[in-house]
C-alpha cells in the first residue's frame, strides 16, 4: 500500500480574468482523511481537480509524496479518484470497469484479477463483476466506483461529493463504510463535500473554504468549537449559529455582552483582544440557549421544530431580534407561549464588522 | 402480446388511436402491394388491363427478365460497394469531426461547425455542375472514389456525432485519463462504443441514401459497367416501358428496393429509435 502526504504551495487558479484559486498553501498528511468543505463555487471541487491533473495550476506547485506533479498528467500522479456521478464506463462490465485503468499501465493479468478480487470483497461486489453499471443500483455503482479507485492501490484517493447522488438512508450507510475503508486501507484520503455532517463524521480535519480561499483547517471538533470566522459558524453546525448585536462590558478582564434588549451574556472571551470600537455581535449555538424559570432573556415562541430528541425553539426577542433556542425532545413548550432563555455564556463566541470569531481560552 | 395488451387494453381513445395507425400503415403500404403485385403478372395482360392483376396466372418471368440483363448483378455490386463505402467513410469522419468537435478545443470551433452546418442548407443540384468539373478534371469518372467520395461530406452526419459525443458526460474521460488512457484509447475504447446508437442510425440512414442515389451516378458513372441499380435499372427502360412492360417496371422496383428492405428489417429498432429521438429531441 502507497501512502503518501499532498503538499499544495502557494497554488493558483484563473478562469479567464477571475482567479478562483489564490495562492492557496495546504499540507495534507500521509494517511489522513481531509475534507473539503464549503457551499457550491467556493472552489472546492476546482483544487480537487487540480490534484487530479483534471485542471490546470496556474501558479505553485503540488506535490505528492514529495515529487511535484502539477505537471504531470492525470494518469502519472498515481492519485485515483471517484466521481459524482460515478463515471463508470457504460459499455464495460464492472470487472473490465475495475480492470481498466491496470490494463493501460500494463499490469499482468493475474495481478488485476488478484487485486480485483480483493476490491470486490472489501466492497462486496463479487456478484455484480459480470454486470454492467445500467444494471447497477445507484449505491452499487458507487461502491464500483469506489472499487475502481481502490484496485489502483493509489497514493492518494480523491473523492469528488460521492454521496450526493444517494438517496438519505443509502448516504448515510456509505458514509460508515467509507470511514471503515479508510480505517482499513490508511490511505491519504481528500473528500470534497458541501455537508457538514460527511466532513464532521468522515475527515480527521476540515479545510472550510469560502469565496475561493480558506477560512479555517482544523479538527472537526475546531472547526465546530472555535470557529474562525462567521461564515465557518454559520455554515458548519445545524442549526447555524445564532449571531446577536451587542453591547461589551468589562467583567473583570472578560467580555460581557448586553444583547439589544438590556439583557446579559457573560461570556468567558477576553477582553484584551477585541476591537475597540465598531459593532460586535455575539454568537452562541442552539444547544447553549436553554428554556429556564430563571432565564434572562425572555421572549416569545414562533417556531416549533420537533426533532424527537430535542426540539428549537425559534424566538422572537423584545428588541424584534430572532434566534434559535434548545428545549428537550418531549416539550411543553407551544407557539405563541412567552420562554426565558438562559444562555451558556462559556462557550459564546464573538465577531468583529469582518466576521472575524474572537473565543474564549482554552 | 402484452405490449399490445398495453396499447388497446385502455380506454376508447387508445383503441382509436391504434385504428388510425392500423389504417395510416395500411394506406401506406397499399403502393407496395400494388407494386409487388403488378410485378407478378405478364406483361401481356396488364397492357390490357392492370385490373388483371387480381386474377391469376402470376409469373417469374419479369424478375428472371431481370437477370437476363447481362449488367444487373455488376450494377448491384457497384450499388453494394458504394453504398458501404460511403457508409464506412461518413462514420469514420463524422465520428472523428463529432469527437473534435464536441471534445477539442481549438481557436475558431464554433465558426467551423457553423460552416459544416451550412452544408445542410446547401443542395446537390447546387453544385452538381461544379462538382462534375472537378472529378472530370480530375479524370476520376466512371470509378468508385469519383462515385462515393462526394457522398462523404455529411453535415448531418457531422452534427449527429458532435451532438452525441456532447450528451457523454466529461466525467467519463477524465475517469479514463486517471485510469492512465492515452487520448487515442479514449476516443477508441471509451467514447466511440458509447456512440453506437447514433452510429447506427447515421449508417442506416447513410446507406440508404447511397443506395438510393440516382443523380450523381447518373452523372458520374458513364459507362454501364459501373452503373449503381438504380442508373442501371432506369437505364433498361424502353420508350414504351410504362405500356408495355409495366410487370418488368415493377419487378425491377422492387428488385432494386430488396436490399434496402433487408437493411431495414436488420436495423430496424435503430431506425424507430432514431425517428423517435428525433420527435422526442
Known amino acids: 500500500m502507497q501512502v503518501s502526504s499532498i503538499e499544495l504551495d502557494s497554488v493558483s487558479k484563473r478562469f479567464g480574468s477571475v482567479e478562483v484559486i489564490s495562492e492557496l498553501s495546504l499540507t495534507i498528511h500521509s494517511g489522513e482523511f481531509i475534507a473539503f468543505l464549503g457551499p457550491s463555487g467556493c472552489g472546492k471541487s476546482t483544487l480537487l481537480r487540480m490534484i487530479a491533473g483534471l485542471e490546470t495550476v496556474d501558479g505553485g506547485e503540488i506535490r505528492i509524496g514529495g515529487e511535484r506533479v502539477d505537471n504531470l498528467p492525470p494518469g502519472a500522479r498515481g492519485v485515483a479518484m471517484v466521481f459524482q456521478h460515478y463515471a463508470l464506463y457504460p459499455h464495460m462490465t464492472v470487472a473490465d470497469n475495475l480492470a481498466f485503468g491496470l490494463r493501460n499501465i500494463g499490469t499482468p493479468k493475474d495481478e488485476i484479477a488478484r487485486r480485483i478480487e480483493e476490491a470486490a470483497r472489501i466492497l462486496e461486489i463479487g456478484h455484480l463483476l459480470a454486470r454492467k453499471p445500467g444494471q447497477l443500483s445507484g449505491g452499487q455503482r458507487q461502491r464500483v466506483a469506489i472499487g475502481r479507485a481502490l484496485v489502483k492501490d493509489p497514493k492518494a484517493y480523491l473523492f469528488d461529493e460521492p454521496l450526493s447522488n444517494l438517496d438519505a438512508a443509502l448516504r448515510v450507510r456509505t458514509r460508515v463504510e467509507l470511514a471503515r475503508l479508510h480505517q482499513q486501507t490508511r490511505a491519504t484520503t481528500i473528500f470534497v463535500t458541501h455537508d457538514q455532517v460527511e466532513a464532521m463524521t468522515l475527515a480527521s480535519r476540515i479545510v472550510v473554504m469560502n469565496a475561493r480561499k480558506v477560512e479555517q483547517v482544523g479538527s472537526p471538533m475546531e472547526i465546530y468549537g472555535r470557529p474562525a470566522t462567521e461564515f465557518v459558524a454559520r455554515f458548519v453546525g445545524s442549526p447555524a449559529m445564532n449571531f446577536l448585536p451587542v453591547q461589551i462590558r468589562d467583567r473583570g478582564g472578560l467580555a460581557t455582552a448586553a444583547l439589544g434588549d438590556g439583557s446579559i451574556v457573560e461570556t468567558d472571551v477576553p477582553l484584551a483582544g477585541l476591537p475597540s470600537g465598531g459593532e460586535l455581535r455575539v454568537g452562541v449555538r442552539a444547544e447553549a440557549i436553554h428554556v429556564r424559570e430563571d432565564g434572562s432573556v425572555p421572549g416569545r415562541v414562533e417556531v416549533i421544530e420537533r426533532l424527537g430528541d430535542r426540539t428549537h425553539l425559534h424566538v422572537r426577542l423584545m428588541d424584534g431580534s430572532t434566534l434559535i433556542a434548545e428545549d428537550k425532545g418531549f416539550s411543553r413548550i407551544q407557539p405563541g407561549d412567552t420562554v426565558h432563555l438562559a444562555f451558556e455564556g462559556a462557550t459564546a463566541h464573538l465577531f468583529d464588522a469582518a466576521g472575524l470569531a474572537y473565543h474564549a481560552r482554552q | ?281
Open chain 2, 1 to 281: 402480446m402484452a405490449a399490445s395488451e398495453h396499447i388497446v387494453g385502455r380506454g376508447i381513445g387508445n383503441k382509436l388511436i391504434l385504428f388510425t395507425v392500423i389504417l395510416v400503415a395500411v394506406f401506406w403500404m397499399l403502393p407496395i402491394a400494388w407494386t409487388l403485385l403488378l410485378s407478378f403478372k405478364p406483361n401481356s395482360e396488364l397492357m390490357i388491363s392492370t385490373a388483371s392483376a387480381f386474377q391469376p396466372p402470376y409469373t417469374l418471368k419479369n424478375y428472371t427478365d431481370i437477370f437476363q440483363s447481362s449488367g444487373v448483378f455488376r450494377w448491384l455490386w457497384n450499388s453494394a460497394v458504394v453504398s458501404v463505402g460511403v457508409t464506412a467513410g461518413i462514420l469514420i469522419l463524422s465520428s472523428l469531426a463529432g469527437y473534435g468537435f464536441a471534445r477539442a478545443e481549438f481557436k475558431g470551433r464554433d465558426v467551423i461547425f457553423i460552416l459544416v452546418l451550412l452544408g445542410l442548407a446547401v443542395p446537390e443540384q447546387a453544385v452538381i455542375i461544379a462538382r462534375h468539373q472537378i472529378f472530370s478534371d480530375l479524370k476520376m469518372h466512371n470509378t468508385y472514389p469519383a462515385i462515393i467520395l462526394p457522398g462523404l461530406s455529411s453535415a448531418f452526419g457531422v452534427f449527429l456525432m458532435t451532438q452525441y459525443f456532447k450528451a457523454i458526460p466529461k466525467d467519463i474521460d477524465e475517469a479514463a485519463m486517471l485510469d492512465n488512457a492515452s487520448r487515442f484509447k479514449i476516443f477508441w475504447k471509451v467514447l466511440l462504443p458509447l456512440t453506437i446508437p447514433a452510429q447506427a442510425t447515421l449508417g442506416i440512414f447513410s446507406f440508404l441514401g447511397a443506395w438510393n442515389d440516382y443523380l450523381w451516378p447518373l452523372i458520374s458513372a458513364t459507362k454501364p459497367e459501373m452503373f449503381t441499380i438504380t442508373v442501371g435499372m432506369a437505364s433498361t427502360q424502353t420508350n414504351f416501358a410504362q405500356s408495355e412492360g409495366l410487370g418488368f417496371l415493377m419487378a425491377q422496383a422492387i428488385f432494386a428496393g430488396l436490399p434496402v428492405f433487408i437493411v431495414y428489417l436488420f436495423f430496424q429498432k435503430y431506425i424507430v429509435r432514431a425517428v423517435a429521438g428525433a420527435a422526442i429531441n
